[in-house]
């Protein structure tokens, strides 16, 4: 089975600030892996699919990059509308998809 | 833009069947662009990937829920299923149904998440 790790588990930032989160997989995936946003009680939105295209609607101010095994996505300049959960997932095995166990994004 | 409505109970007694029914509006269910799936979040949790049904029939689930979980499509209702049989108070949760599409391998759609509590 393929591990998904998020680092950090959580972060403090200010509005305006760059925020990067790193997602690492325990094997190579290549591209295939999705950013998700999630606020509380609220379902996921993907952000970012194929490790950096943006999802139509997804901000600019969102971008990811990497392959293999490392990941990052990044938030050039934190907004008020931002603070929430993120998630990776891989889906490079068709069988088995996996996510990564979250990075909570709050007020510093 | 696929539309997931989700339905059924929130609470389910331990050792019976949990079942939750996603009508997909907004296109087809028989589409070959999209493949369908259950997610699942214990209260403040991570996200649980339960599994996929694919266009061409096949299902795949986590191998932790393999021998319980069944996803099943019924095209004429625009619907699909999740059972989860036998269940225990470690499969409360927010369960969510998705639309993934094939060109993306993500999940671009998703229902409104449903609370189910197993409790007697």
């Known amino acids: 089975d393929i591990q998904m790790t998020q680092s950090p588990s959580s972060l403090s930032a200010s509005l305006g600030d760059r925020v990067t989160i790193i997602c690492r997989a325990s094997?190579?995936?290549?591209?295939?892996l999705n950013w998700y946003q999630q606020k509380p009680g609220k379902a996921p939105k993907v952000l970012i699919y194929?490790?950096?295209t943006l999802q139509s609607g997804t901000p600019s101010r969102f971008s990811g990059s990497g392959s293999g095994t490392e990941f990052t996505l990044t938030i050039s300049s934190l907004q008020p509308e931002d603070f929430a959960t993120y998630f990776c997932?891989?889906?490079?095995?068709?069988?088995?998809?996996?996510f990564g166990p979250g990075t909570k994004v709050d007020i510093k | 833009q696929l539309q997931l409505q989700q339905s059924g109970p929130g609470l389910v007694k331990p050792s019976e069947t949990l079942s939750l029914n996603c009508s997909v509006s907004?296109?087809?269910?028989?589409?070959?662009?999209?493949?369908w799936g259950w997610i699942r979040q214990p209260p403040g949790k991570e996200l649980e990937w339960i599994g996929n049904?694919?266009?061409?029939?096949?299902?795949y689930y986590n191998p932790s829920l393999k021998s319980r979980v069944t996803i099943s499509v019924d095209m004429s209702k625009s619907q699909f299923s999740l059972r989860l049989d036998s269940v225990t108070a470690a499969d409360t949760a927010l369960y969510f149904c998705?639309?993934?599409?094939?060109?993306?391998?993500?999940?671009?759609?998703w229902g409104q998440g449903a609370l189910v509590t197993v409790s007697s």
């Open positions: 094997q190579n995936i290549d591209k295939f």
């Open positions: 998705a639309g993934g599409g094939y060109a993306s391998g993500s999940y671009e759609s």
């Open positions: 194929a490790a950096s």
């Open positions: 907004g296109g087809s269910i028989s589409s070959s662009n999209h493949f």
């Open positions: 997932q891989q889906s490079f095995t068709t069988a088995l998809f996996t």
């Open positions: 049904f694919y266009y061409s029939g096949d299902a």
